[in-house]
């Protein structure tokens, strides 16, 4: 039990207790580096340098008035960075500035026990923004050196104050587990507040132009983990994950289309390969990757718009857990009137010899499926190559570089020549750019999407069927993207320019991450009703929480009960406790110099008075022995000596009674 006297708690700590807790408030406040303005980050760091400065030069407190004019500007400084000190973004940094400055206060060892708890709160709102399984380990170790801080400023030296921390961590281990599996959940995690800023963006672009996607493909960037029901296993080449569509073109860049309506495509037509998934993944900017072609039933949060894109109805950062449908077909019906046959055929000016040879291609075509495999046989005829480091075709004609003279290029080079030639022929078409494949953990049976499988892939419009068909003129040139990853389809000198998430250590760090992302991080109502449905208990209701949960409370408080009473006995004085009652029982309550007999004293008392008891004479000799020796007795011992003096003052209590 740590319970300091009052008068400690007034005194100076020593200079490297306050070293100690200052690199504590250090490390508290490293994961919030990352997501808060650098600007904020290095007042903090600059705030926390003068603090350290202060104490070795033997400064404890700063004055109140300068408190409150760096408080001030604090303010000021956070509003200024982010527009609000409320939201989340604002909030954690005005805090983070805050709890600094509560370090200029501290001058006596309640002060900087208060900044102990103050970084409490600083722990807890770095889940609001980051919640990897990096954080979790964090968090753990913040509140271990949070807590061996507390202890020590409470009197313990540093090794007992260290084991004191661990102990009350695992003790308090069992109800944390019960607590966050029993209590009734909310459809979405708490820590899913709407974004204040817009920092969070896709790693996917809402513009594209030709190096986009061989930038994106050197990153290992973690960006969804997939599992698909009933244990499905599919194919990576029908792994085409869309996300933007982009639909206008300057001659040189792609843009998004900005349009917010639902248009009229619907689910693919193919439900004998419709499949079931699940999917994490971090929110990236409203735009969710989802895989060919969603079907109509969504979850709530998510809508779709233009060609079955999938968007978060409400932006969050975070991560998110979504159950989607899809069907494993390459065509999406869809009746597309005048003005988007019209849109997606409109071309500026350049780029004429790849107007002239979509034109000659079409020409020879009889339906648009036959010109759209001419086009492609052209890519595999004429010695394209698919490579990380295309020569640079820059300026309006560059499409024409590439088709004609380079002959060399990545998905985008190919995704945008391949909808020009269409367009030039009259037939509408739009870039898609996304993810294709990714990689399987046969050890915990999940998809993993990294930002290596970026992707872009073509759509062409076939009036005939009135349908969307994805075309993908990279697998002309290399079909091996599709079918085994990027890694295989490039030469061998570039394959060292991906990254690779293949080691061991990477794949021990990706199953630990899925596994916090699927039971802690979107632990809400429905994992809990599966949780609850496993065990046996047929889901989660109210029925289930009153049998469950005092059980569990029970179980779970058994530790921290044995704990709290053994430390209760740890500080008993059992021996002057158990000399005290039968000091009492003997003497009576009313004797006023009862206070003052010694154990000699009573034992030489019952003596005159004619009391032959040799139980209790022994007693009190042992008593007398122990209270003068140079080491008492192990607490076993006093406790059996105590429950002996106990029964001895009963004894003699009831005779007086009678």
């Known amino acids: 039990m740590l319970i300091p006297n009052p008068s400690f708690l007034q005194q100076p700590p020593p200079r490297t207790v306050a070293f100690a807790v ?29 603090r350290l400065a202060l104490l070795k030069a033997g400064i404890g407190r700063v004055p109140k008035a300068a408190l409150l ?53 600083l722990i807890g709102s770095s889940v609001l923004l980051n919640q990897s399984l990096f954080i979790g380990v964090w968090l753990l170790l913040a509140l271990a050196a949070v807590s061996i801080c507390f202890a020590v400023l409470c009197g313990l030296g540093g090794r007992e104050a260290f084991k004191r921390s661990a102990q009350a961590l695992l003790l308090t281990l069992p109800l944390t587990v019960v607590l966050f599996v029993a209590v009734p959940r909310l459809n979405e995690p708490l820590w899913r507040i709407p974004q204040q800023t817009q920092q969070a963006k896709t790693g996917l672009s809402d513009t594209m132009e030709p190096g986009s996607i061989s930038n994106l493909v050197q990153s290992d960037e973690w960006v969804a983990n997939i599992t698909f029901s009933d244990g499905l296993k599919p194919q990576r080449s029908d792994l085409y994950w869309r996300a933007i569509i982009m639909g206008e073109f300057d001659g040189t860049r792609w843009q998004a289309f900005n349009g917010n309506y639902i248009d009229e495509a619907r689910t693919a037509a193919a439900p004998e390969r419709t499949v079931a998934y699940q999917m994490i993944i971090r929110d990236q900017n409203g735009v969710l990757p989802a895989l060919d072609y969603p079907a109509a039933e969504l979850p709530a949060g998510v809508e779709k718009r233009l060609g079955q894109t999938i968007r978060a109805s409400r932006s969050r950062e975070g991560l998110r857990r979504l159950s989607l449908q899809a069907s494993l077909s390459d065509t999406l019906p869809h009746a597309l009137d005048a003005g988007g046959q019209n849109f997606y055929t409109r071309l500026p000016g350049g780029n004429p010899q790849t107007r002239r040879l979509a034109e000659t291609l079409a020409q020879q075509s009889a339906t648009p499926r036959q010109f759209v495999g001419k086009v492609l046989e052209h890519y595999r005829r004429q010695n394209f190559a698919y490579t990380l480091q295309p020569p640079r075709t820059a300026g309006r004609d560059g499409i024409d570089e590439f088709m004609f003279r380079t002959r060399r290029g990545f998905c985008e080079h190919y995704a945008q020549s391949f909808v020009v030639m269409m367009r030039a022929a009259g037939l509408p078409a739009r870039v898609v750019t996304g993810y294709l494949g990714a990689d399987y953990n046969e050890q915990a049976g999940f998809w993993q999407i990294r930002a290596k499988d970026a992707h872009a892939w073509a759509e062409v419009w076939l009036p005939q069927e009135q349908v969307w068909l994805r075309v993908d003129p990279t697998a002309a040139v290399s079909a091996v993207r599709a079918a085994s990853g990027i890694s295989q389809a490039l030469a061998a000198d570039e394959r060292g320019m991906v990254a690779d998430s293949g080691s061991l250590f990477a794949r021990w760090r990706d199953t630990g991450q899925f596994y916090w992302q699927q039971w802690v991080v979107n632990y809400d109502q429905t994992k809990q009703n599966s949780l609850f449905a496993r065990i046996g208990l047929g889901g989660f209701n109210w029925q289930t929480l009153l049998l469950v949960l005092p ?34 029982a003997v003497l009576g309550n009313d004797d006023e110099t009862a206070a003052a007999v010694s154990a000699g004293e009573l034992n030489r008392m019952l003596h ?26 192990p607490q076993r011992t006093q406790k059996r000596w105590f429950a002996a003096a106990r029964r001895t003052a009963k004894r003699y209590g009831t005779g007086r009674r009678g």
């Open 608 to 633: 005159e008075n004619g009391i032959a008891d040799p139980a209790l004479s022994r007693l009190l000799q042992q008593y007398e022995h122990w209270l003068y020796a140079a080491e008492r007795p």
């Open 551 to 584: 059980a569990a409370l029970a179980a779970a408080l058994l530790p921290l009960a044995h704990w709290w009473f053994r430390g209760r006995n740890r500080e008993r004085d059992f021996l002057n406790e158990g000399f005290a009652l039968v000091k009492s």
């Open 22 to 50: 200052l690199l504590a408030l250090l490390w508290t406040a490293l994961p919030l580096a990352a997501s808060l303005p650098a600007a904020v980050t290095a007042v903090f760091g600059g705030l926390w340098l003068l």
């Open 69 to 121: 004019l760096l408080a001030a500007a604090a303010g000021l400084l956070v509003w200024q960075q982010l527009g609000t000190v409320f939201g989340r973004e604002g909030g954690v940094a005005f805090l983070l500035l805050l709890v600094m400055l509560k370090a200029f206060e501290g001058n006596s060892q309640r002060d900087w026990q208060v900044l102990l708890l103050a970084m409490l709160f």
